[in-house]
């Protein structure tokens, strides 16, 4: 990918208030905002980008789904078809006192179904060298990051909505993706 | 930044360190592999050079002999496993024991493996070979020939050394052969000499009597023959379901016995006297008997004497009085009463009396006397410990310096044996040949069931040798045998046939016995007209006498220990006591109100002081127990009894009193006084004695059980389905009504189960190991703290079909067998106590620590010779698992696999479980439910049966037969 | 990112493995299969079982009545070859322990836990054959474990035996064998 | 490879005049500071306090360490129980441990679904507390076991016994798949926290083995907005699943007794009784922390008053509910005119433990009363007092209820007393010093509070939000 590619204008908010409306012109504009970082989720940035609701919830079932079913299933085969033992003389297949356990392996399975989902789906995986646009977003900046390369774009031009929005500085920049 | 470079670069060895840390710790886990996955030590596989005929590895034999626990002689059947006798069972072919057996009896096995037996005989202390010593011996009493030699035993029932005595009497001019009881019977011995002339104590049928009265007479627990008694009793209880039968007890303290009477009132102890005149005065008046006759003034009660006296009268010629003390007027009026009621003959048989209890307190006194002159020469002591169980203990050891030779035949280095010169051991009798005739005419053998495990010698051989002739008793019992009871019999045509026989049944009756009734037995009123004023004098001094703030003092044997002679037995130490289920050690039993004046509670140390003689006990408050009397128990305080036996409590025989040449058990010159802030906590099993109202052991009035009611319990419905069962049901049913609450079953149980020992320290803490307990609950009349209301009930694993403790396991360590046994697998538990918690029976024992092998518990497994009495067929429980009743199931298993074997159906009654052979009283029974035509079966179908809390749903498989109360015994707990 | 991805999965792989191997190492933790000692005097069950065919039960008759097969006495050894002729450095090593009467000291092979109660005669009865646990002993020069003697391995041969109606049942009770 | 900055003058708007208090920090400090105040710990060298009240807890556990030592190599005799009492401390301090543990997941689910803003503050340490919690109180079941190098076996593994499987009818087993769970899901919901907060941290670290650790912990988290925002989805869905999880947690313990038949056991009052008497104690240990932690750790500004009174209210409402749970089961024990029943309640308030009993009503039911009074809930040493008693009083609950209807069931014949040793003791120290030991290292080497969840609190707060 040429460098062309990869360069972004980067600009840095002090506020979220201010990103927000940043964002909202841009798109106005008919810009398409590459990302937007903050050191913590912004109600109505979603909105403002018109990011998608999240489909996590669906992993989260299927992990349920998952855990209960195979808890079941296996104490139904180990207390009723592989050994079934006379326990107080209580009948082999005793379905109330299995459902304790499964309810447990049920949230177990959800939780972490839904944990991975989210991990893999965000490319969240341990590593040495991250490399955020800019090191204070985890702190205290507000950073919206557009692509240089699309149609409609018009650096000048940008830098300048971009100020008047409340940047504090716009800085075009290299963004290894 | 700069910290965390030097963190890398100050420390070069970092990494080396780190690397050999991970080859150290991969080195470790190899290793621990290797050793887990290496296969331990190489096992060995010896097989015999020649096998003996009779003997599989693995399959047991029994022999029939004869016990030597006391001088009852119970026969019994011994169970020897790979030629190890490891269980003692009671011998059914006897018409007196019927199979029963008492604790004592049962531990006697384990004594056989005591490992403070001695191993050989010793000369001043000193080891040294029988060859010997023998010498030495013989040498001595060719010197003393014509001087005193005497021979000072305890009872001997046995004919064959009555015979070798006799021989030694015709040897030696002036040999002399003096025996004592430790406990002794003299009184009744000499009353009944005087009264009907016959030898020997009566022959009691309690079994023949309708009304039984017991004046501290504890004939279930210790009297004389309690395992014959309590049969009888039990049988005589049994038939009287269906009629009248009424047990009166007057006694001081609170016996086993007394806690079985229909009637139980409380007296002074000494009261013996004016109670059996009293008696005697009311029967008089119904036999139209006119002497007046002498008056004392004790505090007694008229009802009672009059109700009691009544039913002997109307039940004449079927009741039966018996009396405990030692005194001869007392056990002349007894005689006299049980004559004029005409039970002579009937229930007391004098003409073929019982030979137990022959002792002569007056002839141990004159020999002491005859010691001090030095007109003895030679002494052997054989079954007595005189150092220990006289009152005047130090006294003999004095005398015995006196004596130029004294021999001791004691298996170990008792108090008497420390003092002789000469220690020849004798045998175990599980070692020894021997016979005996604890009643005229009922005789029965002794076989050794193993080769002998020391280099010890049977009495009997040592005498032999000592004659001259040769040491062999096995042909000397053969002797006497063919000589006296061969001819009596016309059965078998051979000796050789007769003695096989008895040997295999191990029981002999003489045909010619049997009861010629004289009912009219009378005897000269003058007789016990100098009794009664005999009475009446004594009961004036003592009056006289008495300091106002003294107590009376009642000396009495426990269940456990008896006289003493098994205080090194760790079974019997632990075993608790029936009546205050008090474990390791005696105390002084105190009235409530005794108590309360003395400020103590149950613990707090008691000095007791007689004249100048005191000793400290911890008090144990008992409600029933006289104001004014306060018991001790004898048979214990050993100092040489061994690891086990001593030091556990304190010895009581040297508070005994003499009286007219007689032992005296009651005395009343007793000071206490506690000692304060000092305190001995009791080891007892149990603690809380009331039933606080709760339907555990359901009682039913005789008039209810005959008028039908109540009807049969429904069976409660079950939540679950029921689950089709296997081809057995087993089940027990318990008969509350028959069991007296002996004892016997706990160590048959432990015997049988190798349940450990634990010691007093445990037992204190609430972790005793039997798997059987007898639950002892009493209650008291508001009125009248002397009539207790007590009921015994076995406890065990209720083997429940929806059992509570099942469910909650979290390993399936204890699952339900199909043929309806709650089973515990010892190897799968992993020791959560669960199902301890959710055990409504509280059942359960668990391993608190590992007690097999273990220095901390040296009392049956630790050392090798005591682990020969381990069952091999039951595997001994490691720490940290639970264990409980298995209704025996390797008993269960080897018969289903003998029926197997020999191709039969497997026929009901042929398992016994421990307990249940054991029982004297067969309140136990075993057996199949799926087979109706069984016993248990049918008891399970009896209006009295009853499960315990079975409003639980637990349905337990051991059930229970209610008690009947008879009498007027309205004072009923709840 | 790629790199990380390969060295989760590798991670991942290795420990499964790694515990699928320690688990099944750890199952075999106190089982014995094809133990085979090397035994004091060289018996060849091939020589006596096999090709001389001498049944099993002549010379351990406890199988017959007792929960032990047993190891035969040395008279019954010799009830054998205190006639047949033939001579043999292993059958002098017999004749020299039962001249100075010392019992043989052989290595036991077939072992099972204290905690496990096991009757031979049951078995017998039952109709097992000897070669059901012990394997095909007859052709076995040196005698070796070739069954597991793991509970699992009891079990399955008492399950496929428990219905039998006519036959005696195998039991599946805990109780059977744990007691 | 920046390309040349376009410089521009800095328009000269002023933020920080909008802003106004909020209830939930005090002061107002920006987000670098809010940053730097929750880091300051990290990288400082912990002061006097710290080290004292580690020292006392590293002395505690080990004190534990060697009492649960020689237990497992003597066997469980050194402790006082016995044929009846088969289960007392053991069981006692892990029931109470389980409840302590409740509090943490309450604040960080719960409330987030609430959307209690005031939890932000207090969650992270809340959730931690949880984890140590639940270690303490895994430990009783296994060191309570006769044999505990089997523990094992209760985990259903193919094994070459048949296979043998477990009982899955046992309480007890429920036990261990619920804790087993809530550890778990407790980790892993602690983790994701901490993600951005490691970020934050990676991100102010110089290059370093410190950053190196930061930076594999943070997963390469980078603020973009789309993670964020799936990121508050799953925390949404956590917190929902660990809701009924946290529930049926302490209702399975309660289950340990309630599907028994001992009479004081044998109750369907238990669980939901016993959740709320989990939370009430959760929160006494909770509050008992923090008031100890912002004073130590000069965190006054973030963890306020408010907070503490937002706490005490809970207490004083579970608080409540357990009083009435001991009424309701007086009552049902009268009521059931069962004989058994009856004793042992009677027993319960009258017999030898009689004295727990009223420690236990006077600590759990009436003392949380006091926080009716506005006075007390704003008062640091009240609240630091009744916190204390609370978790007295709620340790005696489960001891009464365990020991006082096992010492005297059924059957009287075998009534026992039980007497604890010092073993027990040590082991109940131990677990203290287990948890404080865990708790102080965790105040020292990650951030105690959530940082991104105040600073949103923070902006939101400010108003600068539309």
Not at chain 2, 209 to 237: C, K, M, N, S, Y
Not at chain 3, 6 to 21: D, H, K, N, R, Y
Request: glycine share 6%; with cysteine; charged share 20%.
């Amino acid at each position: 990918m040429s460098d062309a590619a990869r360069e972004f204008i980067v600009a840095r908010f002090e506020d979220e208030r201010r990103l927000i409306d940043a964002v909202r012109a841009v798109r106005a504009r008919g810009l398409r905002v590459y990302d937007v970082y903050a050191p913590y989720a912004i109600h109505g940035l979603d909105a403002a980008m018109s990011l998608r609701r999240s489909r996590l919830s669906i992993a989260t079932l299927a992990g349920g789904i998952a855990g209960l079913v195979a808890s079941l299933a296996f104490e139904f085969y180990a207390a009723v078809i592989d050994w079934a033992l006379n326990v107080g003389g209580k009948p082999d297949n005793s379905t109330l006192a299995f459902i304790p356990i499964a309810f447990e392996l049920t949230v177990l399975g959800a939780g972490l179904a839904t944990v991975a989902a989210f991990l893999s789906r965000c490319r969240l995986l341990p590593t040495m060298n991250a490399r955020p646009v800019d090191a204070a977003v985890t702190d205290d900046a507000f950073v919206l990051a557009l692509r240089c390369r699309q149609t409609a774009f018009d650096r000048s031009l940008v830098e300048r909505l971009l100020f008047e929005h409340g940047a504090e500085t716009v800085v075009s920049k290299v963004i290894e993706p | 930044m700069a910290q965390e470079l030097t963190f890398f670069k100050r420390r070069p060895d970092a990494e080396t360190s780190r690397r050999d840390f991970l080859t150290r710790i991969g080195f470790t886990l190899a290793a621990s592999a290797l050793a887990s996955c290496s296969r331990g030590p190489v096992q060995k596989a010896i097989p015999f050079l020649n096998k003996p005929e009779e003997q599989t590895p693995g399959v047991a034999n029994w022999y029939a002999t004869t016990c030597a626990g006391c001088s009852a002689a119970c026969p019994l059947l011994v169970k020897t496993r790979d030629g190890r006798p490891i269980k003692i069972e009671g011998n059914g072919e006897s018409p007196l024991s019927g199979g029963g057996t008492c604790a004592t009896g049962q531990a006697t096995v384990l004594s056989l493996y005591d490992p403070d037996r001695l191993t050989g005989p010793m000369w001043h202390g000193e080891t040294i070979t029988w060859d010997e010593i023998d010498r030495r011996i013989t040498e001595r009493l060719a010197a003393a020939r014509e001087r005193g030699v005497v021979l000072l035993t305890n009872t001997i029932v046995s004919p064959s050394t009555t015979a070798l005595i006799a021989d030694w009497s015709r040897r030696f001019p002036k040999f002399r052969h003096v025996s004592y009881d430790a406990v002794s019977f003299s009184a009744l011995r000499q009353a009944t000499r005087e009264c009907f002339g016959t030898a020997g104590v009566p022959h009691y049928r309690f079994d023949r009597a309708t009304t039984i009265v017991g004046i501290d007479a504890d004939f279930l627990g210790t009297w004389l023959a309690p395992v014959e008694f309590t049969r009888q009793h039990a049988a005589r209880r049994r038939r009287a379901l269906s009629g009248e039968m009424r047990h009166y007890q007057f006694e001081a303290g609170v016996s086993l016995t007394g806690s079985n009477a229909d009637r139980r009132f409380g007296m002074a102890a000494s009261d013996h006297g004016a109670i059996a005149l009293a008696l005697l005065r009311r029967i008089a008046a119904h036999a139209g008997i006119t002497e007046p006759l002498p008056d004392v003034d004790a505090a007694i009660d008229e009802h009672a004497i009059a109700a009691a006296a009544d039913d002997l009268w109307r039940d004449r010629g079927q009741s039966i009085l018996v009396c405990g003390s030692n005194d001869v007027s007392i056990q002349v009026i007894v005689h006299a009463i049980n004559a004029i009621l005409g039970n002579i003959g009937a229930t007391v048989d004098v003409d073929l009396p019982s030979l137990q209890k022959q002792g002569d307190d007056g002839a141990v006194d004159a020999l002491v006397e005859d010691m001090n002159r030095g007109d003895v020469h030679v002494l052997m002591t054989y079954g007595v410990n005189p150092a220990y169980d006289l009152p005047a203990g130090p006294e003999f050891v004095r005398a015995m310096e006196s004596v130029a030779l004294t021999i001791s035949f004691a298996d170990r280095l008792d108090e008497t044996a420390a003092h002789s010169h000469a220690v020849c051991p004798d045998h175990h009798f599980l070692e020894a040949w021997g016979d005996a005739e604890p009643v005229k005419g009922s005789f029965s053998l002794a076989q050794p069931t193993i080769a002998p495990l020391f280099n010890t010698r049977a009495a009997q051989e040592s005498l032999l040798k000592w004659l001259g002739e040769s040491p062999d008793f096995y042909s000397y019992v053969r002797a006497v045998w063919r000589r006296e009871l061969y001819a009596r019999q016309d059965r078998y045509h051979t000796f050789d046939e007769f003695w096989d026989h008895s040997l295999h049944d191990g029981v002999f009756e003489d045909p010619a016995r049997g009861y010629r009734s004289q009912g009219s037995a009378r005897l000269d009123p003058e007789r016990w007209h100098a009794a009664a004023r005999a009475i009446a004098h004594d009961h004036q001094r003592a009056a006289a006498a008495r300091m106002p703030d003294s107590y009376e003092l009642q000396l009495y044997e426990t269940v456990a220990l008896r006289d003493g002679r098994h205080a090194n037995n760790p079974w019997l130490q632990e075993l608790p006591d029936p009546v205050t289920k008090v474990t390791w050690g005696n105390y002084i039993v105190l009235a409530p109100s005794a108590a309360k004046a003395l400020e103590v509670e149950t613990g707090d140390v008691v000095r007791l002081a007689v004249g100048d003689h005191m000793c400290d006990l911890p008090a144990y408050v008992q409600p029933g127990q006289a104001q004014r009397t306060v018991s001790i128990a004898l048979g214990y305080g050993r100092d040489r009894a061994g690891k086990v036996g001593n030091a556990v409590g304190v010895n009581a025989f040297p508070l005994v009193a003499a009286h007219g040449g007689h032992r005296r058990y009651v005395r009343g010159d007793v000071v206490l006084q506690r000692r304060t802030g000092k305190q001995l906590p009791l080891a007892a099993t149990q603690t809380h004695h009331s039933i606080e109202g709760r339907p555990i052991v359901k009682t039913i009035t005789l008039e209810e059980l005959l008028s039908g009611t109540p009807e049969v319990m429904a069976p409660q419905p079950s939540l679950w389905p029921e689950r089709e069962g296997g081809e057995h049901h087993w089940s027990m049913v318990i008969d509350l009504n028959a069991c007296t609450g002996c004892s016997a079953c706990v160590t048959a149980c432990q015997a049988e189960n190798n349940v450990p020992v634990v010691g007093p320290d445990e037992v204190r803490r609430g972790r005793e190991m039997h798997w059987i307990r007898i639950d002892r609950y009493v209650d008291v009349a508001p009125d009248n703290d002397a009539a207790l209301d007590v009921a015994f009930q076995p406890m065990m694993c209720q083997h429940c079909q929806d059992a509570p403790c099942e469910t909650v396991c979290p390993v399936l360590a204890t699952v339900h067998s199909s043929d309806g046994i709650n089973q515990q697998i010892y190897n799968r538990c992993i020791g959560t106590r669960y199902c301890e918690n959710n055990c409504p029976y509280k059942v359960r024992r668990f391993n608190w620590f590992q007690y097999a092998g273990n220095q901390e518990f040296d009392y049956t497994t630790t050392d090798p010779l005591e682990r020969m009495v381990l069952n091999p067929d039951v595997v001994v429980r490691s720490r940290g698992v639970m264990e409980k009743c298995s209704l025996c199931v390797q008993r269960i298993q080897a018969e289903k696999l003998s029926a197997k074997q020999e191709g039969r159906r497997l026929a009901d009654g042929r398992i016994k479980t421990a307990c249940q052979q054991s029982c004297p009283a067969n309140a136990i029974v075993f057996g199949d439910l799926n087979d109706p035509e069984s016993e248990v079966a049918r008891l399970r179908r009896s209006r009295r049966h009853f499960t315990v809390l079975e409003e639980l749903g637990t349905r337990p498989n051991v059930g229970y037969l209610m008690r009947v109360t008879n009498g007027e015994k309205t004072e009923k707990p709840s | 990112m790629t790199r990380w991805k390969l060295v989760i999965a590798i991670a991942a792989i290795t420990s499964v493995v790694g515990a699928g191997v320690v688990a099944r190492e750890l199952s075999r933790v106190g089982v014995h299969q094809w133990y085979s000692p090397v035994q004091p005097i060289a018996f060849s069950h091939k020589l006596h079982a096999g090709d001389s065919r001498i049944p099993c039960l002549y010379c351990h008759f406890g199988a017959r009545t007792s929960r032990h097969a047993g190891i035969p006495p040395a008279n019954v050894c010799m009830n054998c070859h205190g006639i047949l002729q033939k001579q043999s450095a292993e059958i002098e090593k017999l004749k020299e322990l039962v001249a100075i009467a010392r019992p043989i000291a052989w290595t036991k092979v077939h072992n099972l836990p204290d905690f496990v109660y096991f009757n031979h005669s049951q078995h017998v009865i039952a109709g097992v054959a000897c070669q059901a646990c012990h394997g095909h002993v007859e052709r076995m020069e040196r005698i070796e474990q070739e069954a597991p003697l793991t509970m699992g391995w009891c079990i399955q041969c008492h399950r496929a035996h428990s219905g039998g109606a006519n036959a005696p049942a195998a039991s599946l009770d805990c109780g059977k064998c744990h007691y | 490879m920046t390309a040349p900055v376009v410089a521009r003058e800095r328009r000269a708007v002023d933020f920080t005049g909008t802003r106004t208090a909020t209830p939930w920090i005090e002061g107002e400090p920006t987000l670098r500071e809010i940053s730097d105040d929750v880091i300051r710990p990290l990288v400082t060298r912990p002061g006097f306090g710290w080290w004292s009240c580690f020292a006392v807890a590293l002395c505690a556990l080990l004190i534990g360490v060697s009492a649960v030592a020689y237990e497992i190599a003597t066997g469980i005799g050194v402790w006082g129980l016995n044929r009846t009492v088969g289960w007392a401390f053991d069981i006692t301090n892990f029931v109470f441990w389980i409840g302590i543990g409740h509090a943490g997941t309450l604040i960080s689910a719960i409330l987030l679904l609430l959307r209690q803003q005031w939890r932000t503050a207090i969650s992270r340490s809340a959730e931690a507390m949880t984890i140590f919690a639940v270690m303490c109180a895994a430990m009783f079941p296994l060191i309570h076991m006769g044999r505990p190098w089997l523990a094992f076996w209760v985990i259903p593994y193919p094994n070459s016994r048949g296979p043998l499987w477990v009982n899955f009818r046992s309480p007890l087993l429920w036990d261990v798949f619920a804790i087993n769970t809530y550890l778990t899901i407790s980790l892993v919901f602690w983790y994701l926290g901490m993600i951005p907060d490691f970020a934050t941290l990676r991100d102010r670290t110089e290059a370093g083995i410190r950053r190196a650790v930061y930076s594999v912990l943070s997963l390469g988290w980078n603020g973009s907005a789309r993670t964020w925002s799936r990121y508050e989805t799953t925390t949404t869905l956590l917190a929902g699943l660990a809701t009924p999880l946290v529930i049926s947690v302490h209702s399975i313990v309660s289950m340990d007794f309630a599907t028994s038949v001992l009479p004081g056991w044998h109750t369907t009052l238990f669980p939901p009784y016993f959740v709320a008497g989990a939370v009430f104690s959760g929160f006494g240990m909770v509050l008992l922390l923090l008031i100890i932690v912002r004073t130590v750790m000069h965190l006054e500004r973030y963890i306020t008053i408010a907070h503490l009174e937002a706490m005490s209210k809970i207490m004083l409402l579970t608080g409540s509910i357990v009083g009435f749970a001991y009424a309701t089961e007086f009552f049902n024990a009268w009521y059931s005119h069962n004989v058994y029943e009856r004793y042992t309640f009677v027993n319960r308030v009258s017999g030898p433990y009689a004295w727990c009993f009223w420690t236990m009503a006077g600590c759990n039911a009436l003392a949380p009363q006091l926080l009716w009074m506005r006075r007390v809930r704003r008062s640091v040493p009240a609240l630091f007092i009744l916190s204390i008693l609370v978790n007295v009083g709620m340790w005696f609950e489960r001891f009464v209820i365990i020991v006082t209807s096992l010492h005297r069931s059924f059957l009287p014949s075998s009534w026992t007393m039980y007497r604890p040793t010092i073993i027990e003791v040590g082991t109940l120290v131990g677990s203290f010093g287990l948890f404080f030991t865990c708790f102080l290292l965790f105040i020292r080497v990650l951030p105690m509070i959530a940082m991104w969840e105040v600073k949103a609190v923070a902006r939101h707060a400010s108003g600068a939000h539309v």
